[in-house]
């Protein structure tokens, strides 16, 4: 079992910075890859629906959502298996409860509880 737990969610004014962080434990195995995922509160569709954002894999590589190029910036901490996502210049837009989601190894899938990103003016 993986479990993941996400932090660094909060209300930002737009143009400003958030950094979310997601700590992995638990039987963790390479290859794997981390992601965020995002979904608006309140929506009642189920997580395969969540709104991909960014996706690292253990050995580095990333891959964005074009909304958010330039703007997002995923990362890995292979040692402590936490991966970050620094946000930049939010947009009222990005408002969202964000997930982190964990593929292992063996392609099990992986979701974090979420925490909630507001943008407004």
């Known amino acids: 079992q993986v479990q993941l737990v996400e932090s660094g969610g909060g209300l930002v004014h737009p143009g400003g910075s958030l950094k979310l962080s997601c700590a992995a434990s638990g039987s963790i195995f390479s290859p794997y890859g981390m992601a965020w995922y995002r979904q608006l509160a309140g929506d009642e569709r189920d997580f395969v629906e969540r709104?991909?954002?960014?996706?690292?894999?253990?050995?580095?590589?990333?891959n964005y959502v074009d909304s958010v190029k330039g703007r997002f910036t995923i990362s890995i901490d292979k040692a402590r298996n936490t991966a970050s996502l620094q946000m930049n210049n939010l947009k009222p837009e990005d408002s969202a409860v964000y997930y982190c989601n964990l593929q292992n190894h063996d392609e099990e899938n992986y979701w974090g509880r979420g925490t909630q990103v507001t943008v407004y003016s």
């Open positions: 709104d991909f954002v960014a996706h690292i894999t253990d050995s580095g590589d990333t």
